[in-house]
């Protein structure tokens, strides 16, 4: 299982930015896909996650602090999860981070740094 982050950047606050994650070695389709967010002292934060398709679509959650401002979303075809992140504030700031959980357990990406900053 490989999970490779990408988007990252600095942004001024009120900007936006997507997060890309490209995965790989599972079949991705299956599983639920999830978004974390680190800064320094602080637990991992779940920012957002998004189900499996179904006929109905995927469900998506959202971390209280940016419902309204992120999405997240899934290309089954091209094995990537986005998180489109818009109105982005100072305390967004972070490593964003790509993972899944698989019948081989629970895998991590390397991280793609967000840092919002004027």
């Known amino acids: 299982v490989e999970l490779v982050e990408s988007g990252g950047g600095l942004v001024q606050p009120g900007g936006s930015l997507r997060l890309s994650c490209a995965a790989s070695?599972?079949?991705?389709?299956?599983?639920?896909m999830h978004w974390y967010r680190r800064t320094p002292g602080k637990e991992p934060e779940l920012v957002a996650a998004?189900?499996?398709?179904?006929?109905?679509?995927?469900?998506?959650t959202y971390a209280d602090a940016v419902k309204g401002r992120f999405t997240i979303s899934r290309d089954d075809v091209n094995e990537t999860v986005f998180l489109e992140m818009e109105d982005l504030k100072p305390e967004d700031t972070g490593m964003y981070y790509c993972?899944?959980?698989?019948?081989?357990?629970?895998?991590w990406g390397r991280g793609t740094q967000v840092t919002v900053s004027s």
């Open positions: 993972t899944t959980t698989t019948l081989t357990g629970h895998t």
């Open positions: 070695g599972f079949y991705f389709s299956n599983y639920y």
């Open positions: 998004i189900s499996p398709a179904t006929s109905q679509g995927s469900q998506t």
